[in-house]
């Protein structure tokens, strides 16, 4: 299949343009507008934005075949401009580098995403490119994506998280569990007459900070951390809390199932005198075209075996683009958590940037990184409808 080659001074102007798109979580509309302009440019066969206001745009080939999917989430986290050096919806290129909010996480590989399958030379295409910009992700990791994959049915994914231009192919899954402890309120000068709830949960603090969690060769350990702790009433005056919640960050592995996750946490010993209780935390955001994810915040692991079929093709793909990718894993938590570790659609990580840039203060990507991640997509896809037709 041949195709033509992406341009790098295009490639920076769009991903400057994407970086200026102010996109919060809950407020992705002006960055899929630009997106969806540039896939019209690039002659997209079909755009559509989905009921949670996700971008889907396809490049259809002139036989039949299979379907594979590139996926980009484009929301991002804030920025506080008094932190940065440099505007952080600016896309200034300084040093070979470009900064701004949403670089590496994620928008200069839904770039590349974009411009690798607009590209394609469709004459020589078996079967069907698509391209998703998912909205939410940064609150729920697959939530909005489950739609995307309704529509598509793909055959296989490609999650565009940051991989140092390397080949992932697992990645730790995240939950969010909260804990109440019960306790009697009292008035602050009589505190005899009470029990604090918040003295409990220090207990359960304590006890959690020493629970033993497992580690995987490839993924790295489980952890729990404390992530925020809030008493009830608050605030409190002369008054004992009656009631205290934590929420814990339990990073998963692939054996953690929600039973187990739970069971670990409300069955530690030495605390039976303690009334509490550990459950999943909710899902309930509202994405920018009023679409409602719900459910609980359990994200599962997933891991391919680096024999998988589609992760050596893909290896093949990015050799054949001219990378030498390593085979790696993700530590962080992604939309791949849905694709392979809910829907079982085989998936690997493959984008530009490292996973500690996600975030940051002067976030920020290499530019040449642009065009050699435009090349690595085209060289998947190149090998995964070669080997399927």
Aim: aromatic share 6%; with cysteine; glycine share 10%.
């Amino acid at each position: 299949m041949s195709h033509l080659p992406p341009s790098l001074p295009a490639l920076i102007n769009f991903t400057q343009r994407l970086v200026q798109a102010q996109s919060l979580t809950g407020a992705e509309q002006t960055a899929v507008e630009v997106l969806a302009a540039e896939m019209r440019a690039l002659n997209f066969d079909k755009i559509v934005v989905d009921p949670a206001g996700s971008l889907i745009g396809i490049i259809e080939g002139s036989q039949p075949g299979p379907t594979l999917l590139l996926d980009g989430h484009c929301d991002t986290v804030p920025a506080n401009p008094a932190d940065w050096q440099h505007d952080p919806w600016g896309g200034q290129v300084e040093g070979g580098r470009m900064f701004g909010r949403g670089t590496a996480d994620m928008k200069a590989s839904l770039a590349a995403m974009v411009h690798a399958a607009g590209s394609l030379d469709r004459g020589a295409l078996r079967g069907r490119v698509a391209v998703s910009a998912t909205v939410a992700e940064e609150v729920s990791e697959g939530g909005a994506l489950r739609l995307v994959m309704d529509e598509l049915h793909p055959d296989a994914v490609v999650i565009g998280e940051a991989t140092e231009l390397n080949l992932n192919r697992g990645g730790r899954g995240r939950a969010e569990i909260e804990v109440t402890t019960f306790g009697r309120s009292a008035h602050s000068s009589s505190p005899q007459a009470g029990r604090c709830a918040v003295t409990d949960m220090l207990r359960v603090v304590q006890s959690l900070q020493a629970l033993p969690l497992g580690v995987h060769a490839e993924l790295g350990p489980a952890s729990l951390v404390l992530t925020d702790i809030i008493s009830e009433p608050y605030p409190g005056r002369s008054v004992i809390p009656y009631r205290c919640r934590a929420t814990f960050d339990r990073r998963l592995l692939p054996e953690d199932r929600v039973p187990s996750v739970l069971a670990e946490v409300n069955q530690r010993p030495g605390l039976d005198d303690v009334q509490y209780q550990a459950r999943l935390a909710g899902l309930d955001e509202s994405t920018y075209t009023g679409y409602q994810l719900r459910g609980d915040k359990f994200f599962p692991a997933w891991i391919y075996p680096e024999s998988h079929p589609f992760v050596q093709t893909a290896l093949r793909g990015l050799q054949s683009a001219g990378l030498q990718p390593s085979i790696g894993c993700y530590r962080f938590c992604t939309n791949a958590a849905y694709s392979a570790g809910i829907a079982g659609i085989p998936t690997i990580g493959f984008g530009i940037g490292r996973e500690e840039d996600a975030h940051i203060t002067d976030e920020s990507i290499l530019v040449e990184d642009l065009l050699s991640a435009a090349r690595g997509y085209q060289g998947i896809i190149t090998a995964f409808l070669n080997q399927l037709s």
